[in-house]
């Protein structure tokens, strides 16, 4: 049997060898994320921690409210990270706290906002980070499968007996790890790069956010900056 499943797979051809890998690992990624985080919609949601009781909610999408922006300059960022995005952390239990968060050249610019007003400079701890790179990857991974399958449903073919409870629907517990379900944010990247993605288009309000921009190579950028941050700190230790 063996054998045959090696000679069948030599048959197939290199690109669905590759994409069938890319399935498999995004498909791993998300059963293991299922449970302790969600999307609201693209560049929000927030990530639970069990071990710890934090629950950290995450914003990634950038605020072009002027008063926002002049408010970010007057607390230390420049023109600069404010382009790109200022990112927020909400946590509210065990105990609440709100973090702006700025990402450049791989190095974290943070502050709290404290009951006062004021705005000191802050450290990240490891949970913060780990919340900050769910939120980017699961707001990416719609992007990276409609460019590498085309649609859900091919990426779905490539998966070998998939289980989509918690991913397309609701699992017995009622949790959803993408609002509206993963298909609909696939689908809701291919309305948004054809310009067709409105508040009136269908039941996809939920995978909007704060634009119809399609965000995900910044979404990608901010996991790859995560990803060398951890890697430094890992190698300061």
Same mark, same amino acid.
């Given at each position: 049997?063996?054998?045959?499943?090696?000679?069948?797979?030599?048959?197939?051809?290199?690109?669905?060898?590759?994409?069938?890998?890319?399935?498999?690992?995004? @498909?791993? @990624?998300?059963?293991?994320?299922?449970?302790?985080?969600?999307?609201?919609?693209?560049?929000? %949601?927030?990530?639970?921690?069990?071990? *710890?009781?934090?629950?950290?909610?995450?914003?990634?999408?950038? @605020?072009?409210?002027?008063?926002? #922006?002049?408010?970010?300059?007057?607390?230390?960022? *420049?023109? $600069?990270?404010? $382009?790109?995005?200022? =990112?927020?952390?909400?946590?509210?239990?065990?105990?609440?706290?709100? $973090?702006?968060?700025?990402?450049?050249? $791989?190095?974290?610019?943070?502050?709290?906002?404290?009951?006062?007003?004021?705005? &000191?400079?802050?450290?990240? /701890? #490891?949970?913060?980070?780990?919340?900050? @790179?769910?939120?980017?990857?699961?707001?990416?991974? &719609?992007?990276?499968?409609?460019?590498?399958?085309?649609?859900?449903?091919?990426?779905?073919?490539?998966?070998?007996?998939?289980?989509?409870?918690? =991913?397309? *629907?609701? /699992?017995?517990?009622?949790?959803?790890?993408?609002?509206?379900?993963?298909? #609909?944010?696939?689908? %809701?990247?291919?309305?948004?790069?054809?310009?067709?993605?409105?508040? %009136?288009?269908?039941?996809?309000?939920?995978?909007?956010?704060?634009?119809?921009?399609?965000?995900?190579?910044?979404?990608?950028?901010?996991?790859?900056?995560?990803?060398?941050?951890?890697?430094?700190? #890992? /190698? *300061?230790?």
């Amino acid at each position: 049997m063996t054998e045959l499943i090696q000679n069948a797979d030599r048959q197939r051809p290199p690109d669905t060898l590759k994409q069938q890998i890319v399935a498999e690992e995004i @498909y791993v @990624y998300l059963r293991a994320k299922k449970d302790i985080a969600e999307l609201s919609s693209f560049g929000k %949601g927030h990530v639970t921690f069990p071990d *710890s009781n934090r629950t950290i909610e995450v914003s990634l999408n950038p @605020y072009k409210d002027t008063i926002f #922006q002049e408010l970010s300059l007057e607390r230390g960022f *420049s023109k $600069k990270e404010i $382009k790109k995005g200022i =990112i927020i952390l909400i946590e509210r239990r065990p105990k609440r706290s709100l $973090k702006h968060i700025a990402l450049a050249n $791989k190095k974290i610019h943070a502050i709290t906002i404290q009951d006062d007003g004021s705005s &000191p400079n802050a450290e990240l /701890t #490891q949970e913060e980070l780990d919340a900050i @790179y769910v939120v980017a990857t699961l707001s990416a991974i &719609p992007g990276r499968i409609f460019d590498t399958f085309g649609s859900f449903e091919n990426f779905k073919k490539m998966i070998k007996n998939p289980d989509m409870k918690g =991913i397309t *629907s609701l /699992t017995p517990l009622g949790t959803l790890l993408y609002d509206a379900g993963l298909n #609909q944010y696939v689908e %809701g990247i291919g309305l948004m790069r054809k310009g067709k993605m409105d508040a %009136g288009t269908s039941d996809r309000r939920a995978v909007m956010g704060t634009s119809s921009a399609d965000r995900s190579r910044y979404y990608e950028e901010v996991t790859t900056d995560i990803a060398a941050i951890n890697k430094t700190r #890992q /190698t *300061s230790l």
